[in-house]
Every structure is written in structure tokens, then in C-alpha cells.
């Protein structure tokens, strides 16, 4: 069974940074696109960051240059790297992969960006 658990949400001030972990199971991990998408109180879930099995990422254009996605295949392990953090992040940020067409996602876990 395929799980993913996020964590290294939290409060932090505006420009300020955290890095996201999500560590998962239940799969190859090293063969799977990984992602990481986002939902604000209120909107609807968007994307934010996706890393192939060959590490070519791809951003949503709102995080481009602040946001980093990266990967380390020994430790089943996605990361989300955010610096330069602003009020309109704060969101509850979900991990995310395919496995023979079915979507899966974490419980997610919640980024305030806040003075």
C-alpha cells in the first residue's frame, strides 16, 4: 500500500524559509515522478513543484526561483525547499504520486507564513 507522510510544516515569518519532507512507501520509489501541491483555506488544491524519476523538475510559476524540489532515492524521501516565504504560501502543502493511474496523497501538513 502506497503511503506518504509529510512533515517540516510550521509558522514562519514573512521571508523566511522551511524545507517540506515527505517520506514514502509502498512503492519504487525511485522509478515514481513525485509532487508537491498546496491548498489555501477557502481555494481549491493547486500545484506547486514536480521532480521525475530523472530529476527534471518543473514549478508553478508562483514559486519559480523561491522553491526548490529535490530527491534522495536511499531514503525514500522528497523534499520542498522554500525560501522567501510570503503571506499568500500559507497553505497546507500535500505530497503527492501515480501509481497505475490512481492518484495518491499525504494527510499533508500546514505552512502559516506570518508576522
Known amino acids: 500500500q502506497v503511503q506518504l507522510v509529510e512533515s517540516g510544516g510550521g509558522l514562519v515569518q514573512p521571508g523566511g524559509s522551511l524545507r517540506l519532507s515527505c517520506a514514502a512507501s509502498g512503492i519504487i520509489f525511485s522509478y515514481y515522478t513525485m509532487g508537491w501541491y498546496r491548498q489555501a483555506t477557502g481555494k481549491e488544491r493547486e500545484f506547486v513543484a514536480t521532480?521525475?524519476?530523472?530529476?527534471?523538475?518543473n514549478y508553478a510559476d508562483s514559486v519559480e526561483g523561491r522553491f526548490t524540489i529535490s530527491r534522495d532515492n536511499a531514503k525514500n524521501t522528497v523534499y520542498l525547499q522554500m525560501n522567501s516565504l510570503k503571506p499568500e504560501d500559507t497553505a497546507v502543502y500535500y505530497c503527492n504520486t501515480y501509481r497505475n493511474g490512481n492518484a495518491y496523497w499525504g494527510r499533508g501538513t500546514q505552512v502559516t507564513v506570518s508576522s
Open positions: 521532480i521525475t524519476w530523472n530529476t527534471i523538475t
